[in-house]
């Protein structure tokens, strides 16, 4: 059975910087494509980004291109991303996803995609 633990959420000020990891149990990370959503109450969850189970393509949702970076270490077992440039409109909770995959350069956008969830990580960003 796989599971996935995120860590590093917490409360930063506007303007600042977290580093998000997703700890994942299991021999066959490396074949796995990882994912980052968020969801705030009353809404849907939404994608952030994504990431190759062979690391060579990442993809991320428009309103964090160009602040967030997704990565991932398979001798870890990880997948992170790091925060940056924060504002408060991305105080969420944040999952981290994962899908087994088949074609290693393939990265996933859809919660429907995804077969494996975290329990998420609260990010709370001060104004």
């Known amino acids: 059975q796989v599971q996935l633990v995120e860590s590093g959420g917490g409360l930063v000020q506007g303007g600042g910087s977290l580093r998000l990891s997703c700890a994942v149990s299991g021999r066959t990370f490396s074949s796995y494509a990882m994912g980052w959503f968020r969801q705030t109450p009353g809404k849907e969850r939404e994608f952030v980004s994504a990431i190759s189970s062979n690391g060579g393509s990442t993809y991320y949702a428009e309103s964090v291109k160009g602040r967030f970076t997704i990565s991932r270490h398979d001798a870890k077992n990880t997948v992170y991303m790091q925060m940056n440039s924060l504002k408060p409109e991305d105080t969420a909770v944040y999952y981290c996803?994962?899908?087994?995959?088949?074609?290693?350069?393939?990265?996933?956008?859809?919660?429907?995609?995804?077969?494996?969830w975290g329990q998420g990580t609260q990010v709370t960003v001060s104004s």
């Open positions: 996803a994962a899908r087994g995959v088949y074609y290693r350069g393939s990265y996933y956008s859809r919660e429907s995609e995804y077969e494996y």
